[in-house]
């Protein structure tokens, strides 16, 4: 019995044990279902922020035209030189327009000239335009500024003919300032300084005679004829005229006849920037006995380098490098693009640069556009009235424009104005206006 009741209880403990042992272990851990669809996960997913892309900026282009090769390349060198310098400043930027410029070669060709410009506006897309150098350029390109309604500001270019040309029809206002006067408005300088001269006793010449001289162009006709006119009414006779091509070379011939004449006066201009100190070089290898007035003899940085010694006495109108500033700029000039800069060309080319991005600003600040109309419009609304002038130049203390002198600047002591100068190894020293001369007129042994 006892066995058979260990029997038993034997069985049971092993019957518990084979259960115990038998229990299922915890199921592992499984993957959350996917979503029945991507397109129910997207739906239930929360947005992911994600940044805008910026706005391309808006796009003025400016044609600056200037003589980027032939005659007067040198100039258009100093002009690329001197904008881009203007423009760095404000990085290419006015509002939220980037200024892309369109540099336009006018080769001191008005066909060619012409011919770029056009294609300037009608295949590059310039909205308005900047600078000019070469006079005889002008009056064709204002034809295509009224055309195609494309303000240009500042254009160098300057002749009695194209203040007509301004003044005959509202179509030209497009051109909307000349960057020079006209020459008459110069010249009367170098009359006074002379005459000035003659009636202190520095000089006592034999004659009242001039001869008048240049190339043959808008630009040194029309400077002829002013200074000229002006003469004659203080009492002088033109005794003689001679005029040669833009690119020429030899000068021998025309300064032969000059010296024929004896005057003791030659008094032009050249806006061959090459050609001129050539010119002047070869007068005295000719053995012109003259007192020369060579107008425009500094318009590049370097004519000392091609005149030499024979420029000592000639007589010129051109600023100068006559403030911190100004010569801060000539320096960072010279640095940056290895050529010396002339106030003439750079510097007049900087300050009028600068004065069309304050214009610029003022049409945006007032427009919030920039475009061909609403910069004429602000031109005309601002600059022309005299409100909107340039007092932070390097050259002049004011860039003012008025009703009475458009489309010239205002021209007097203050405002546009060139001091008149005479060259010793190559520095020019200031004889006229009285206020800020250096030194007595000087008469050169030869000429007395």
């Excluded at 044609?63 to 881009?84: C, N």
């Excluded at 012409?114 to 335009?129: K, L, P, S, W």
């Excluded at 640069?353 to 031109?379: H, P, R």
């Excluded at 100068?421 to 520095?427: A, D, E, L």
């Amino acid at each position: 019995m006892k066995q058979r009741i260990l029997s038993v209880v034997f069985a049971v403990i092993l019957l518990a044990s084979l259960a115990a042992g038998c229990t299922a272990a915890p199921a592992p851990t499984q993957p959350a279902p996917p979503p029945a669809s991507t397109e129910a996960a997207v739906a239930t997913e929360a947005p992911v922020a994600t940044e805008a892309p910026a706005a391309e900026p808006k796009i003025l282009k400016v044609g600056v035209l200037a003589p980027f090769t032939g005659p007067s390349a040198r100039v258009g060198e100093e002009f690329k030189g001197a904008v881009t310098m203007a423009f760095d400043q404000i990085n290419w930027t006015v509002g939220d327009y980037k200024i892309e410029p369109v540099w336009i070669d006018g080769e001191s060709d008005p066909e060619k000239a012409t011919r770029a410009y056009e294609a300037a506006i009608t295949r590059d897309g310039i909205q308005v335009g900047l600078l000019n150098w070469d006079a005889s350029e002008v009056i064709p390109v204002m034809e295509l500024s009224a055309k195609y309604k494309v303000p240009h500001f500042f254009a160098m270019g300057t002749s009695e003919d194209i203040d007509v040309k301004f003044k005959s029809d509202a179509k030209y206002a497009f051109w909307m300032g000349k960057g020079w006067p006209t020459p008459s408005k110069l010249t009367i300088n170098y009359v006074t300084a002379l005459e000035d001269a003659i009636k202190n006793g520095l000089w006592a010449p034999k004659a009242k005679q001039v001869v008048l001289y240049g190339n043959d162009d808008e630009w040194s006709r029309g400077f002829t004829k002013a200074i000229g006119g002006q003469l004659k009414d203080a009492g002088w006779e033109v005794v003689g005229e001679e005029y040669v091509p833009v690119g020429e070379t030899d000068f021998y011939p025309m300064l032969t006849k000059i010296k024929s004449l004896d005057a003791p006066l030659m008094a032009g201009t050249m806006d061959d920037a090459a050609g001129f100190p050539a010119m002047i070089k070869q007068a005295r290898e000719v053995g012109v006995n003259s007192l020369i007035v060579a107008d425009g003899l500094g318009w590049v940085g370097e004519w000392y380098n091609m005149a030499g010694e024979a420029s000592d006495y000639v007589i010129d109108q051109i600023p100068g490098w006559t403030t911190p500033k100004a010569v801060a700029f000539k320096d960072e000039f010279t640095k940056r693009w290895g050529i010396e800069p002339s106030p003439s060309s750079a510097g007049l080319a900087y300050d009028e640069a600068n004065f069309f991005i304050k214009v610029l600003q003022e049409t945006f600040k007032d427009k919030q556009e920039l475009t061909s109309d609403s910069i004429f419009m602000v031109g005309k609304e601002k600059m022309w009235t005299g409100q909107l002038t340039y007092t932070d130049g390097i050259l002049m203390k004011e860039y003012k424009f008025t009703p009475d002198t458009l489309p010239d600047m205002l021209v007097g002591k203050g405002y546009f104005v060139f001091p008149v100068i005479q060259y010793f190894g190559g520095v020019g020293k200031t004889i006229w206006p009285d206020e800020i001369k250096e030194q007595d007129l000087q008469v050169p042994p030869y000429a007395k």
